[in-house]
């Protein structure tokens, strides 16, 4: 049995056995990853998986089984487990069928580019980036490389049958003045051509040499200027939170708040699985539904969650294309930009906080959106207008549904941001916030 | 699968590195969920497979493959010795390995009850008698509990390490866990959420050891009560007392993670981050004479279990602060060659496509000498914080947050009522400090301690006793 004809295979045995319906995926990857520190590679890294993710219904009674066996025998003992135990799960409270194919899909989404692989070539672009920020005076640099080719082949009960390739660049590094001032910057792509692992050196670089010598913050409430790495953090929690499995489980602050406003007019947020060329691009949902563009929150109201076909049945509405089996998840988020540079909005502000760079976000109530994060990498006083002096050790300590309503301003840059604290690619502004509540230690 | 991890091994040597270790490595994990009373999906994961670790010309170069063939295993020690080679140019430093007496043997933990005695229907069942259980007392307490959602694993890790020095380990581990989340809800009162985690290293005993049906009942009750009852805290300077879930997170945050040398080294600098302290920070004083905390990976059936780690070496207890003093820094190999120690076995890998890191495995402050009891009459004027909801703490791991759940005023010796969302928001070396005195139970939590790139969540427990602090500024409440 060739590899790429397990999951039609996988589908002909779950049915055979009893199931309703069947959606089998192969995912094959070849994933490098150079880590560095103290301005040199500390690991290399490289790994080649072959996994099938096979997801069975019989009507209300599902099961999901991951592994990654090759044999045609194994995959029959392995089917024959998983209909047996959706036979003996107890049944959920909807039976949504996988959607009906077959689908055309959008072959420019399907075949993205090849990124390299080449060692040398790694190492190379590596150097390039530890060089950009040594240049602005970094005295140590640290970050990672990652290069991954993937594909994924697709095939349901439902007649949905694709083959998806996926390539990607990504480049977060981490320059240190000092102990004490550092700066982040990333560059994600698809391809080689929009790689630019030199020019996130020279902006991490640039940062932390602005960051030298911070002095202590003061806890207040501030206008804020959040930079693209905060605003997309923040901007993931509502694309995730967005998700119906989420509103479900009590972990969305965006619960009861459909066609109300969650956020100012200023912020208009779209899932754009299908925007060419960018890097959470991809043609079909686990489901095998042809991804589209939707529309989160358009000028300030939340206009849909984000649906599978058993989310989605239970409200009685439509898939939005975002399955996730089990829970809907976003797969490219795009903030439209404003309409000022991010000099303008800094000029507009009298007194206030620029905060580059956020991590470590958690919550107290999900359902109200109260939670604090902690900022990370160069943080500065604005005053009149002009960045006055890098300042430390300051908490965000707020509630996301009023940040995104006190949005006062976006930037017309953007910059494509994913990185250990942000898993959803997001496209995100600069961000003027009103009144953003920052606190610290007592003692 | 020892003969294919033994040729991947040979092949590395063969290929000129100075250092190979070969892993295989295999988890099976089902999981259960059910969410609002109702079953979700049931999920079988068999993630298995090799990989190879080498050093060649002071180059770390890692490859892992999950098609197991004597081909595939050859071709991975060929990729590690190659990307180790590609950035030989790049090392000044680079990568050596501690001097090591390294393990041979076998560890298992043998369930008393496994798990596929447990058929998927009773495991079902038990998560529905629990889930019904919360939502009566919920109800009893007046409030409703409109989202809860239950997430309970059974996973067995099985491992075969060999390394070029002499290591030869295998060991087989069953692991139980659950996580819970719940929303008690009252319209006039708001919300309130709990989340938790449990987890053994042992059989389905440890689920019933847990009683879910009573636990989830109790916990339901108490957040319910929390949304009904609780006032905002009282201000200005008082006495703490933190029960064992909050000092075990304190422990975790604010001493085990600053202790892990590679943070020292800068090695997850651009990732997890860095430390405040430094290789020069042994005997400095952080906290007060009453603090002494630990790591230990044998702990028996502990989450975090395990009698050697990835590179072989056999594991103990800790001391990462005597009597208030750092004592000790988590090490594997790689950094105890650079610090000039033995390694103290803190390299862990959470599957066979990930690189062994330092971690700790169950870090818990020491129990003292008062009772709970004792601890809260010895408290004129304060609050008494049992559990916590909202954490975090800077990236150099000395500014941090909890935001208490289930929390009470004490005054003169006795727990009053019930106060909300009560904010510590402290220095590590201001909160180690404040500690006057330490109680003599001892209870420890699960979680998965997030770390590594690609991120790596490993088992662990966090605990500790109930302990008081003196003298502290609480944040304000939120409106």
């Known amino acids: 049995m060739k590899r790429e004809e397990i999951p039609s295979h996988a589908v002909e045995l779950g049915i055979k056995f009893g199931a309703t319906d069947v959606a089998a995926n192969l995912i094959e990857s070849d994933q490098t990853m150079i880590r560095f520190s103290n301005n040199e590679v500390t690991a290399s890294k490289n790994f080649r998986e072959v996994t099938i993710n096979v997801f069975v219904m019989i009507e ?11 044999s045609s025998k194994a995959l029959e003992r392995a089917m024959k487990k998983l209909v047996k135990m959706a036979k003996i ?133 501030y206008t804020a200027l959040l930079g693209p790495m905060v605003f997309a953090h923040f901007v993931n929690q509502v694309g995730i939170q967005s998700s119906a499995f989420m509103v479900d489980a009590g972990q969305s602050f965006l619960i009861d708040k459909m066609d109300t406003r969650v956020a100012s007019d200023k912020f208009t947020l779209i899932d754009d699985p299908t925007l060419m060329d960018t890097y959470g691009v991809r043609a079909f949902d686990d489901e095998g539904a042809p991804t589209k563009r939707n529309i989160i929150v358009e000028k300030g109201i939340l206009k849909t969650y984000l649906h599978n076909s058993t989310t989605a049945k239970k409200i009685e509405a439509e ?47 999900y359902r109200k959106g109260d939670f604090s994060t902690i900022p990370r990498d160069g943080m500065f006083q604005i005053k009149n207008g002009q960045i006055a002096n890098p300042v430390r050790d300051l908490r965000i300590s707020d509630n996301m549904l009023k940040i995104f309503q006190n949005v006062r301003e976006l930037s017309k840059e953007r910059l494509w ?27 | 699968m020892e003969d294919l991890t033994r040729l991947a091994l040979k092949t590395a040597e063969e290929l000129g590195a100075s250092y190979a270790e070969a892993r295989f490595q295999s988890d099976i994990r089902e999981s259960i969920v059910l969410k ?41 020690a060929r990729r590690a010795v190659n990307i180790a080679k590609a950035a030989t140019n790049t090392i000044r430093k680079g990568v050596s390995m501690s001097g090591e007496k390294l393990g041979e043997g076998k560890v298992e933990i043998k369930p008393r009850i496994r798990f596929d005695c447990i058929d998927l229907d009773s495991k079902i069942q038990l998560l529905k008698e629990a889930d019904k259980a919360a939502e009566e007392l919920a109800n009893e307490a007046k409030a409703k509990l409109p989202a809860r959602m239950f997430i309970l694993d059974t996973m067995k890790t099985e491992k075969i390490i060999l390394n070029s020095d002499g290591a030869n380990i295998s060991s087989i581990i069953p692991r139980a866990a659950l996580v819970a989340f719940l929303t008690a809800y009252h319209p006039q009162k708001g919300s309130a959420q709990r989340f938790f985690n449990l987890g053994e ?142 390694s103290n076995a803190a390299s862990r890998s959470v599957a066979y496509d990930r690189e062994p890191i330092v971690r700790m495995a169950n870090t818990f402050l020491e129990p003292g000498d008062h009772s709970k009891e004792e601890l809260i009459e010895g408290v004129k004027h304060g609050i008494y914080i049992k559990n916590f909801m909202e ?61 590594g790139d690609p991120m790596q969540g490993i088992p662990v427990w966090t605990g500790g006793p109930h302990a008081r602090l003196t003298k502290i500024r609480l944040g304000g409440a939120k409106a």
Not at chain 1, 419 to 442: G, N, Q, R
Not at chain 2, 400 to 405: A, S, T
Request: glycine fraction near 8%.
């Open chain 1, 319 to 365: 898939t939005t294309a975002n399955a996730g089996l089990i829970m809907p998840t976003p797969w490219n988020l795009v903030v439209k930009p404003g309409e000022k540079s991010f000099e303008e909005m800094l000029s507009e502000i009298d007194e206030g906080i620029y905060v580059t760079n956020n991590w470590y976000l958690r919550y107290q109530n």
């Open chain 2, 201 to 342: 290293a042992a059989g389905w005993e440890a689920v019933e050891k847990w009683n879910l049906p009573k636990l989830l009942g109790e916990e339901a009750q108490s957040l319910s009560k929390t949304i009904m009852e609780a006032r905002s805290p009282p201000e200005g300077e008082m006495d703490v007392v933190l029960g064992p879930e909050v000092i075990g997170i304190v422990c975790h945050e604010s001493c085990g993670h600053p202790a892990e040398a590679d943070r020292i080294l800068g090695r997850e600098a651009a990732q997890a981050g860095e430390t405040y302290l430094n290789k020069d920070s042994l005997g400095m004083q952080v906290g007060s004479n009453v603090v002494n905390v630990v790591d230990d990976p044998t702990l028996p059936s502990s989450f975090g279990f395990y009698l050697y780690d990835e590179e072989g070496v056999k594991a103990g207890k800790r001391v990462l602060i005597k009597e208030g003093v750092v004592n000790e820094f988590l090490h594997n190999r790689e950094t105890a060659a650079v610090f000039g120690v033995q």
């Open chain 2, 36 to 76: 609002n009373g109702v079953p979700e999906v049931s999920v079988i994961e068999e993630l298995k497979g090799f990989n190879v670790r080498v050093v060649y010309k002071k180059s770390l170069g890692f490859s892992s493959t999950n098609i197991i063939s004597k081909r595939t295993v050859k071709d991975a």
């Open chain 1, 89 to 221: 799960s107890p049944p959920a409270d909807v039976y949504a069928p996988l959607p009906k194919g077959p689908f055309k899909y959008d072959p420019a989404l399907l075949r993205p580019p090849r990124v390299s692989s080449d060692s040398n070539e790694l190492v190379n672009y590596v150097r390039e980036a530890i060089d950009g920020a040594s240049k602005c005076g970094a005295k140590r640099v640290a970050g990672s490389l990652t290069a991954t080719n993937a594909s994924m082949v697709l095939e349901t009960s439902s007649r949905a049958s694709a083959v998806q390739r996926r390539s990607s660049l990504e480049m977060s590094v981490r320059a240190f003045v000092s102990e004490i001032a550092s700066g982040h910057s990333l560059s994600i792509a698809l391809s080689q051509r929009d790689f630019e692992p030199a020019e996130a050196g020279r902006r991490a670089g640039e940062i932390a040499k602005m960051a030298l010598n911070p002095t202590e913050g003061q806890p207040d409430r």
């Open chain 1, 417 to 443: 941001i994913k990185w250990w604290e942000v898993p959803i690619p997001t496209l995100a502004p600069y961000a003027t916030v009103e009144d953003l509540s920052f606190t610290k230690s007592t003692m």
């Open chain 1, 60 to 70: 209300r009674q599902r099961a999901g089984f991951t592994f990654s066996i090759l």
């Open chain 2, 391 to 451: 954490w975090n703490i800077d990236d150099r791991r000395f500014h941090e947050r909890y935001v208490g759940l289930e929390a009470y005023r004490i005054e003169n010796g006795e727990l009053k009522e019930r106060v909300r969302n009560p904010i510590l928001e402290i220095t590590t070396v201001g909160l180690w400090s404040a500690m006057d005195a330490v109680g003599k139970d001892l209870e420890f939590q699960a979680a998965y301690c997030g770390k």
